[in-house]
């Protein structure tokens, strides 16, 4: 079955980033986009429960939650994720990790951005640990920060699969795969990125759009920090 399927998504109570929509009204915007699959990957902090499951799975969506954790400085997807992943602060971590929970799918998020949070070079000295590495829908024709992601993957056969790393509900469908899995459960929907059964869906942006979107990312990054102070003030 093809399955439209967004893989990295941040909604309201992340803590690390002021983001105005909740993980069920994401599901149903998502749910009026054709959705089919949506992971849940909040920065150090796991966002969603059953009952959130169930949403989504009333709505055809196979909620998946995860966490977009920072090891070593750098981001790392872990979908399907465990509550042990809370404990991970090294790739030494993250590999035991991997043992013990061979149900979860690690992604390598933006790898080589110009960005501190980026693997950069991390990303080769432990890629046995990552089974995919995404295709950020962040890019134009004049900037690509993902031409060195798309050739990694393709010199180690990973998985080279997009999302939208949703920050702003607007850009949910700016970035997506259609996957191609034998039933829509975790497990089927990772063995098919594996077998690299799904193709992206994902076009060069317009600079504009690309200024636009870190321009709205700042104001509400900055709403959000000013909230947070005024808050403490009257603590």
Same mark, same amino acid.
């Given at each position: ?15 690390? #980033? ?24 909040? &920065?150090?902090?796991?966002? %969603? #429960? ?8 009333? *709505? ?14 750098? &981001? ?13 602060? $090294? ?7 991997? +043992? %013990? ?11 080589? =951005? ?5 693997? %950069?070079?991390?990303?080769? *000295?432990? *890629?046995?640990? =990552? ?10 024709? $004049? ?6 992601? +798309? ?19 607007? =850009? ?25 059964? =799904? ?16 321009? %709205?990312?700042?104001? $509400? ?15």
């Amino acid at each position: 079955m093809k399955l439209k399927s967004n893989l990295h998504m941040h909604v309201a109570g992340d803590p690390e #980033d002021t983001i105005t929509y909740t993980l069920r009204e994401a599901i149903d915007i998502a749910q009026k986009l054709g959705f089919s699959v949506l992971a849940v990957t909040p &920065h150090n902090a796991r966002i %969603g #429960d059953a009952s959130d499951i169930a949403y989504a799975a009333a *709505r055809g969506i196979l909620l998946i939650l995860g966490i977009e954790r920072t090891i070593e400085k750098a &981001h790392v997807l872990i979908l399907n994720v465990s509550p042990e992943a809370d404990a991970i602060r $090294t790739f030494e971590d993250l590999a035991q990790y991997k +043992e %013990g929970h061979p149900e979860s799918f690690i992604i390598a998020p933006h790898p080589f =951005f110009p960005a501190g949070y980026a693997l %950069g070079k991390k990303f080769f *000295r432990n *890629r046995h640990l =990552f089974d995919a590495i995404e295709f950020s829908w962040f890019f134009s024709k $004049t900037v690509n920060c993902n031409i060195k992601a +798309e050739y990694t993957a393709k010199t180690y056969a990973l998985p080279y699969i997009a999302t939208s790393d949703t920050h702003n509900i607007d =850009f949910l469908d700016s970035g997506y795969a259609i996957i191609d899995a034998d039933e829509k459960n975790t497990e089927k929907v990772f063995d098919a990125i594996r077998n690299h059964a =799904f193709h992206n869906v994902c076009l060069p942006k317009k600079n504009s759009t690309l200024v636009k979107y870190m321009l %709205g990312r700042y104001a $509400t990054q900055l709403y959000g920090l000013l909230k947070k102070n005024l808050l403490l003030k009257r603590k």
